[in-house]
C-alpha cells in the first residue's frame, strides 16, 4: 500500500508539473517501480526522487509545496 501511496503521489506532481510547463524526470526507485516490478511491495521505497532542470528549480519549488 505505501508504494502505491507513494506511486499516487508521483502522478499528481507529475501532472501538477505537466499543468506549469514543467518537465521532471523520475530517478531511482520511483522510476523503476512500474518499468521493472510488476507488483508494486516487491521494491520498497522511502521517498521519491525527481531531477528538474536548473532553470526550473524556483518554479519546481513552489509546485511541489502546493502539492503537499
Do not use: H, T, W
Not at 25 to 35: E, I, R, W, Y
Amino acid at each position: 500500500k505505501d508504494n502505491l501511496d507513494k506511486l499516487k503521489q508521483f502522478q499528481l506532481i507529475n501532472q501538477a508539473f505537466e499543468q506549469n510547463g514543467l518537465r521532471l524526470l523520475a530517478l531511482k526507485g520511483s522510476a523503476l517501480l512500474v518499468q521493472l516490478y510488476a507488483q508494486l511491495p516487491i521494491r520498497p521505497m522511502a521517498d521519491i526522487d525527481i531531477l528538474l532542470r536548473e532553470e526550473d528549480y524556483e518554479k519546481g519549488s513552489r509546485g511541489l509545496e502546493a502539492c503537499g
